[in-house]
């Protein structure tokens, strides 16, 4: 047996920024904080699959699909005898060849379902356009995305399992061949690049980078939000003049309809205080806060306040005692709120900027710093 350079160094590195890209979105999905780095790398992910979708056609040599083993006949017998030794496979092995073209398909699935669902659901990037019409209609999108996101988790952990099976049962060396780029063989095989295959691979490698440059630290059609910040006193001057001469403006989406008409009609005991309005103030007000109430926006928050108070025979007026509010915020320490930067639950705007103009975003919280 000889050593043979199988993997030249950019298919190895493509490799790499395919399992990095994909671990962080996938751990970042978590933190509604962080969705805009999960959407950037999910993003920057789909750029690398796309070009090496597209180097399995002009690529080298093991590199390109026609040098995948797709004979179910092999991939049938290698899967039957996991504890003996099968044939060498200079290239991609039956169970790889089938795992990848597995990833590229069900990877560019979690991409564009995510995309969408960006866009339905948080009114950001490409199909933002899609908001208004399929907002109340995005859960089984939400419910997509996920699915193909663990499927894909899925099949990658049978990649490495059966990897790991290779190294360790098989005796093969697939895996140090993805680190050095060199397998055993029984006569010298040595892959280069050609020059179209050279400047492909340093336009590949320089996008794909360049491409996570660019949607985390760009304001981008990709990420961009299409929420316009509210002038509330250009649109109502006695709500900002009377509501918040005492207190921060609160979002109207923030409570439904029955809310706000509850909350408005007890003015004199308004949370322990005397707010109460002339009668046409009064009901002025109240007509702008039905009209931009829960039920007539598409914000997640509103959407969220809503589904949770759906089931409820009491109405709730304040916005952080909302089933919503406390499951979005029960992971914050207690300290949080008794700072002097906060002070209050309610007190939003400590941590959400520009949650007075309407606007109430992921990348737009800004948590204070407490010593703990």
Known sequence: MTRSYIWPIVTRFAHLLLILFFAISYLLGDF??????????????????????????VGPKYSRFSDFNFSLKDLIHYLLNPFSKTKEYIGHNPASSWAIVAMFVVGFL??????LLYGIQENHGIFAFLHNSFYRDMEFLEDAHELFANLFVAIVLVHIAGSLLDKFVKNGDAIDSMISGYK?????????????QKIFAIIWIGVSLFSLYYLIFTNNIFVATHYEKQDYAALHSDFVEECA????????????????????????????????LEDETNLSILNFLKQRSAENSTHQAAFGILKSLKDRNDTIIAISQTPYWK??????????????????RANCAACHVDFEKGLLENHLIKMPKVEK
């Open 32 to 57: 509604e904080e962080l969705l805009s780095l999960h959407v950037a790398f999910g993003l920057a992910l789909a750029v690398v699959l796309f070009f090496r979708v597209l180097w399995g056609f």
């Open 110 to 115: 979690t991409t564009i379902s995510g995309l």
């Open 184 to 196: 055993k063989t029984k006569n010298k095989i040595v892959v280069e690049l050609n020059l179209f």
């Open 245 to 276: 001469s005492c207190h921060i403006i609160y979002p109207p989406y923030l409570l439904p309809k029955k809310s706000w008409e509850i909350m408005m009609s007890d003015l004199e005991n308004h949370f322990g205080d005397d707010a109460s």
């Open 327 to 344: 499951e979005i915020h029960k992971d914050i320490d207690e300290k949080i709120y008794k700072s002097e930067q906060v002070k209050s």
